[in-house]
């Protein structure tokens, strides 16, 4: 990094930090009002689990429903990028016979690993650890302190039997953002909610029979996005409401930092997380999943030239514009000298029949990603005509 970018990085994190420890200072005297743990789902295998959350005030976000006002929806944005976490925090995490005392960073981030000795049988996949907030600067000047504040954690462990697993995108492969739309996607990120941003026709279908693949095994998917961890309660909410499987997400820090300003790198985070779950599952092979318009190829080059043998197959999903089409054509034709079919489809149901060719999925899933993806491609209802644009809800888009 050259020395002036470093330096201005420098003096507006300083600022940032100011600013931020000058507010909590501030709320600490006025009283920090009900707090609350959200812990994002985590990820781990048999020997290890990693968990991260964050303390936080609780601003009331309200549950999304179908009939929300705009106004509404942009007043819970609003309350998601202007979260108050609460720096210094004591959080205490419990898995079976194992405790962990850490300390939240001045965003309100912790992290927690645990290394059994074993694993408890459970049903399922999804293994549980309880978190209790201990303590905080301004507890004792408080008024609404509670008797206690807790959460519960989840993290994956694959089972020894997966066949493999998904790394994916979220915007833009799962759901509708637009971003190849500045306009578009400000509407969708800020003026909708769970309930009426839409996925793309058969994503739910396609995600859940990947999950199952041969029928036999449980095969784990993985999200990553450039998206803030402010977003986490939304996107949760929304793969819950559109009945896509849920996974652990790896979402960006917002701030200003010695290294960088606002947001990491695109490019860096995404390719970053998927090689972590390579390196954390060393055996198991990867399906990846993403879209043409955010460099979702070319970083998925990357880890097919870093992890020979490790890759089954890629999906692009085409949202962009022909130009880009052609840069994208020549990256999958470098994919395919390196061994790795990556499949540039402009409909969820062709990326299941290559999967299906493949042997990833059965033919009678094929047949329940089809019939999800007709009915998604059913004429929009009124409220779907109120919230989309007109190309979004023209027949045959996907």
């Known amino acids: 990094m050259a020395d002036w970018k470093h330096t201005l990085l420098s003096v507006l994190s300083d600022f940032e930090d100011r600013y931020d420890n000058a507010k909590f200072e501030l709320q600490q005297r006025l009283g920090l009002g009900k707090l609350c743990i959200v812990p994002y789902r985590g990820y781990g295998t048999q020997t290890i689990l990693y968990l991260k959350g964050r303390v936080l005030r609780d601003k009331g976000i309200t549950s999304p429903m179908e009939d929300d006002t705009v106004w509404l929806n942009l007043l819970n944005m609003y309350k998601r990028y202007q979260s108050d976490e609460i720096p210094g925090a004591r959080v205490l995490a419990r898995f079976g016979d194992l405790a962990q005392e850490v300390v939240a960073d001045e965003e309100g981030h912790f992290e927690i690993t645990f290394e059994p000795p074993a694993l408890p049988t459970i049903d399922g996949v999804w293994h549980e650890i309880e978190l209790e907030l201990l303590d905080y600067p301004g507890k004792d000047k408080n ?35 637009d971003v190849v739309n500045l306009l578009a996607m400000a509407r969708n990120t800020f003026l909708k909610n769970a309930r009426t941003r839409l996925p793309f026709a058969g994503a739910s279908a396609f995600y859940d029979v990947l999950r199952h693949g041969s029928g036999k095994h449980f095969n784990p998917i993985y999200y990553v996005t450039s998206s803030a961890w402010n977003l986490y309660d939304m996107i949760v909410d929304f793969f819950a409401v559109r009945n896509i499987p849920v996974g652990p997400l790896f979402m960006i820090n917002m701030g200003i930092t010695d290294e960088q300003f606002i947001v990491p790198g695109h490019h860096t985070h995404k390719f970053n997380t998927i090689q972590t779950l390579l390196d954390t599952h060393p055996t198991l092979p990867f399906i990846l999943i993403g879209d043409s318009s955010q460099k979702d190829p070319e970083i998925y080059l990357d880890v097919i030239r870093q992890n020979p043998g490790r890759i089954l197959a890629v999906y692009i999903r085409d949202v962009t514009e022909s130009v880009r089409d052609t840069e994208v054509q020549a990256i999958i034709a470098e994919a395919v000298e390196l061994g790795v079919e990556m499949i540039f489809v402009e409909d969820t149901f062709v990326a299941a029949q290559h999967a299906a060719d493949q042997g990833f999925i059965t033919d009678d899933q094929l047949a329940l990603v089809l019939k999800e993806r007709n009915e998604d491609k059913q004429a929009p209802t009124a409220l779907e005509q109120a919230i989309m644009p007109e190309s979004d809800s023209a027949p045959g888009q996907s």
Do not use: K, M, N
């Not at 994956?156 to 833009?172: L, Q, T």
């Open 143 to 177: 008024p609404e302190e509670p008797q206690s504040v807790t959460a519960t954690g989840y993290v994956i462990v694959p089972p020894a039997d997966a066949d493999f697993g998904v790394i994916s995108d979220i915007d833009d492969t799962v759901l509708r953002t």
